[in-house]
Structure formats: structure tokens, C-alpha cells
């Protein structure tokens, strides 16, 4: 008897995890009069120093040494943050088949922080002669999700991400390569411009969890409304 | 008193007659292999010693996946780990005697609860399928004497630790939906000269010496800083030694990996950049590097395999 009970209990807990999860995708919806939220990303005094990467393969192509692009600060303002609404269920269309363009370029990867909607494809190319490996890892724990040899140049190939949340990208061949996708469960993500600025339009009214990432500077999660036509600010200061 | 004794002897010998006829009975039984299916599924004693699959996988229900556990708690736990993370005592015991290298396991085992793996004939990113698994498991991951060969393990017994193992991730329900398609891989051509040069220029092209080094040894600009998924150093294979593969070695097997490559590895999928005519020139410009290598060896075991229709070894 107790054994019966289990197994609906089971079965019960599987249709609802099954429902959930299919309410949980995102539904595209019409937004007419969609709100904004923008703002800016500072860096509250001196950043840490970039270290000096040492380029220690295709030294003639790629150079001997380069500084490393993890803080990209100009006056104050901090490029490659990831400002993503967290919990919307349907929103504004967007593009389920555009390619995310991720560029292996001078063996740095190009940009060095991206953001993608799950379902849509990366695009991955490689611009340099020699021989790049472009591998995706999932997760904090950095699991393999992908890993493809670009041995020859400019040849475009087109990678699904899957599943929401970090992808970390590194090359094995030249171990100093490092970039970073954000996969999105909508199209309400992007990453902050050279002057730390970022927009993101088309919202329906509401009260969102909005997610801010530096890929060492760590995350914050602010909570913002957002009103029918309106703009709302949203602009935050990192510091160490 | 004298009757005991004469009741014990009579067990005794009733006895030594059961195992005198067992014995008899075993011996004259056909080969394993020559067994239908069915029959090995009642038997349980039937090894089969066979890396391919010769019956049917059986279908799924909670009793083999019960069976599934038995097996994996008794041969695969100390190394796997009681949550098939691959934290199991051999692992964990390694890191408490670091001091001793000995002592370690040159690889982590596999995490099951993240399922990624090597040795598949889909797609990087892909799950393996049925019998990737199976083919792993049976040959074992030998290189470095990761993981010991599990061939003589009943198929029904294989089969139920593989769908044990597969219990262990949600991956496996997940993400049933975006698995691609494995990659069909036929019959190697006969090798010759010509193959094996242009197969060079093959390797040379897909610069395959950035890791693998110009002669195939393992000893590429890029080896040294390689890392496997579990941050561990890994050096990429050295192609003279056949031994050392922790994947199929024979020429389907080489087209294999370095089509899917070995996710969890940096080594990777050159799916996106070879023909079918390159990848069986590099088979043979690969298998050519090995030390034992023999054109006419390898020629005289190809037509063999092919005259008796099997499959990869």
C-alpha cells in the first residue's frame, strides 16, 4: 500500500515537474507598448591590474605577450557586464534563428563576453591561420557542452546553446583564451557597451528581478519596475 | 551409528554426482556466443567475453534498473562513488595519499550525475548511445589503466548497469530532444601507399600536430597546459603505441574519435571540416605511426574481417 502511494506521489510530482517546466518556457507575446530599462555600469575606483597573458604557441602570429580583457574600464565605466531579466514568461519576439557571432581573432576571442537566447545558434568562427579549438563548458562546474576543432579559417560553424546559464569559452590549444556566453531563457539580456551603458527595450509593465555579471566581479540582483512606455533606470557600481 | 554414516555417504556421493554432471553438462553446452539470447538471460552464469553486443538489449523496467544497482554496487562503486559522481573510495583514497602517486588514478572516473562523455558516435555535446556504453564499458578506458575491461560480465548485466547509469543525470531526460544523430561510419577502404601520404597531408591540414606532435607522439606545442574537464593535466595520445587507446584503436574507431572527439577532453570534433575520403586517408596516416605498423598485416586483417562480415575488434 505504501509502495502504491509512492508511486503516485511520484508520478504526480513528474506531471507537475513536466507542467512547470513547460510554463516556465518563453512565450512570445505582443507588447505594444513595451517599457525600457537603461542605465550604466561604473567601476568605483582603480581596477585591478589586467594580468600580462604569455602567449606561449604561435608567438609569431598571435605575439609573446598581451594584456588580458577581464577589466575593461574607461573613465569609471565597465564594458562586458551582462544585465539580464531574470524572471519574465512571455515578452517581445525575437529571433530564433539569428547566429551569435563568436570570433577566434588574433587567439583572443572576439567579443569577449556575448549573450545568446536559448534555442539560438553561436556561430563560431576563426579568423587566424593556425589551428583554434573552440570549447564550451556549462555551468559553474564547467562541464564539457561543446568542444570543435577550427583548424581551418573563416568557416562559420553554427553550435545550439541548449540551456540557460553561463558558457564559458576556452581554447586548449592556447590555454590563455577565455570568453564568456550568457545564455538567456529570453531576450531580455545584453552586455554593456565600451562607455558601461546598456538598454534593454520592449518590456511588458512589471516588477523584474534584473541580474547584473561581471565575470569577476561576481553578480547582484536588483529589483526593478517597469512601466508601460516608461524608462527606468537602472545603473550600478561595481567595486572591490 | 552405522546407519548415519551410510546416509552420509550416500549425500556425499549424490553430491559429487551434481558436480561431476554440472561439470560434464558444462562442458559439452555450446559456446557462449552460439546461445540465443533468451536462453542467456536465464543462465546467469554465461560470460560472454564479447565487446559488441550479440543479443538484444532488454527492455528497461524497474527491475533491471534494480539489477543495474546491484551490479554497480558491486563493481563500479569504489571507483564511480556511492552518487556516481566518481568520488568512490579508489579516487578519494588517491587524493588522501597524494604524497604516493602510485597510489592515484591517472583519470577521475566518470561523474555519472553530469554525463559527459568520451567515447561516442554522436556528435560532440551529444549523449553517447546504448552502445557507446556498452562498447565502453565492455573494453574498459585502458589507457594508463584507468578502468579495468568488463566483457566478461553477462550482457544482461551490462545492459542493466547502463541503464542504472543513466538513472544518475537528468541530462538523460533533459535534454532526450536535442540529440543528434550518431555518425554512420562503414567499412575502411584497403590501405596503401598513396592513402597514407595523402593522409599526412590530412593531419598536416587539420593540424592535428599542434597537440598530437608532428610524429604523432603526443608532444605538440599545445600538450604541455592541456586539461581534462576535472582540471587534471592530460596528454594528448600518442599514436605509436595502439595500447595505450582508451577508445576503439582499429580504423573505425580512430575515424570515430577524432569525428565526435572526446567531449570532457580538449580533444576535439572535426566533424565540421573533413570529407569521407580524408577521414579514411587520416585512419591510415594515424595507424601508420604506430612502432608494429605493417601495410600488408593490416591489408591481410582487413579482408579477413571482411570476409567473416565482423565488426570492429
Request: aromatic share 10%; charged share 25%.
Amino acid at each position: 500500500m505504501k509502495k502504491h502511494i509512492m508511486h503516485i506521489a511520484l508520478a504526480t510530482s513528474l506531471i507537475l515537474g513536466l507542467w512547470s517546466t513547460q510554463a516556465l518556457a518563453y512565450k512570445v507575446i505582443d507588447v505594444s507598448n513595451g517599457g525600457k530599462i537603461t542605465g550604466v555600469i561604473s567601476f568605483n575606483g582603480t581596477p585591478p591590474a589586467n594580468p600580462t597573458l604569455k602567449m606561449t604557441k604561435d608567438v609569431d602570429y598571435c605575439g609573446a605577450t598581451i594584456s588580458a580583457d577581464y577589466y575593461v574600464v574607461n573613465n569609471g565605466k565597465l564594458q562586458n557586464v551582462v544585465v539580464s531579466i531574470e524572471n519574465i514568461d512571455a515578452g517581445k519576439p525575437y529571433d530564433k534563428k539569428a547566429i551569435i557571432p563568436f570570433d577566434n581573432k588574433k587567439c583572443m576571442f572576439s567579443p569577449h563576453v556575448t549573450t545568446a537566447v536559448v534555442g539560438q545558434r553561436l556561430g563560431v568562427n576563426n579568423t587566424d591561420p593556425i589551428l583554434h579549438n573552440t570549447h564550451l563548458y556549462h555551468g559553474p562546474k564547467k562541464k564539457t557542452m561543446y568542444n570543435i576543432a577550427l583548424p581551418l579559417k573563416d568557416r562559420v560553424i553554427k553550435k545550439r546553446m541548449r540551456k540557460p546559464g553561463i558558457v564559458t569559452v576556452q581554447c586548449d590549444a592556447h590555454e590563455w583564451m577565455l570568453g564568456y556566453v550568457y545564455v538567456s531563457k529570453n531576450p531580455y539580456a545584453t552586455v554593456t557597451a565600451a562607455d558601461g551603458t546598456f538598454t534593454i527595450d520592449g518590456i511588458p509593465p512589471g516588477t523584474y528581478k534584473v541580474k547584473i555579471w561581471h565575470e569577476k566581479l561576481g553578480e547582484v540582483v536588483k529589483e526593478v519596475t517597469v512601466t508601460a512606455g516608461g524608462t527606468t533606470t537602472l545603473d550600478h557600481t561595481f567595486s572591490q | 551409528m552405522k546407519t548415519r554414516n551410510w546416509i552420509l555417504g550416500l549425500l556425499v556421493g549424490a553430491g559429487l554426482i551434481a558436480v561431476l554432471s554440472l561439470a560434464v553438462s558444462a562442458k559439452t553446452n555450446p559456446a557462449p556466443e552460439e546461445k540465443p539470447f533468451y536462453t542467456m538471460f536465464f543462465e546467469y552464469s554465461s560470460a560472454t567475453g564479447n565487446i559488441h553486443p550479440v543479443g538484444e538489449s532488454p527492455p528497461v523496467t524497474p527491475g533491471l534498473l534494480k539489477y543495474g544497482e546491484w551490479t554497480y554496487r558491486g563493481l563500479c562503486i569504489g571507483c564511480h562513488g556511492p552518487k556516481g559522481d566518481g568520488n568512490g573510495a579508489v579516487w578519494e583514497l588517491g587524493e588522501q595519499y597524494i604524497r604516493n602517486e602510485d597510489h592515484r588514478l591517472p583519470r577521475k572516473p566518470r561523474d555519472f550525475t553530469e554525463a559527459v562523455f568520451k567515447i561516442r558516435s554522436t556528435p560532440s555535446g551529444s549523449l553517447p548511445t546504448d552502445l557507446d556504453l556498452f562498447e565502453a564499458i565492455s573494453r574498459g578506458l585502458v589507457a594508463d589503466h584507468d578502468m579495468p575491461s568488463f566483457k566478461f560480465l553477462p550482457e544482461r548485466d551490462r545492459w542493466a548497469v547502463i541503464a542504472y547509469i543513466k538513472s544518475l543525470s537528468e541530462r538523460w531526460v533533459e535534454e532526450a530532444d536535442y540529440q543528434e544523430e550518431p555518425v554512420e561510419i562503414g567499412q575502411p577502404p584497403m590501405p596503401t601507399e598513396e592513402m597514407i601520404l595523402a593522409g599526412k597531408e590530412v593531419y598536416k591540414q587539420m593540424k592535428c600536430a599542434k597537440c598530437h606532435g608532428p610524429k604523432g607522439k603526443g608532444d605538440g606545442p599545445s600538450a604541455p597546459e592541456l586539461e581534462d574537464d576535472n582540471g587534471l593535466p592530460i596528454v594528448p595520445r600518442d599514436f605509436t603505441d595502439a595500447s595505450q587507446f582508451v577508445g576503439a584503436s582499429d580504423p573505425r574507431g580512430i575515424y570515430r574519435t577524432f569525428t565526435t572527439g572526446f567531449d570532457g577532453t580538449p580533444m576535439p570534433s572535426f566533424a565540421d571540416f573533413l570529407d569521407e575520403e580524408q577521414r579514411w586517408q587520416l585512419v591510415w596516416y594515424v595507424m601508420s605511426l604506430r612502432t608494429d605498423w605493417d601495410m600488408n598485416k593490416a591489408r591481410e586483417m582487413l579482408q579477413a574481417q571482411a570476409d567473416t562480415a565482423g565488426g570492429e575488434s
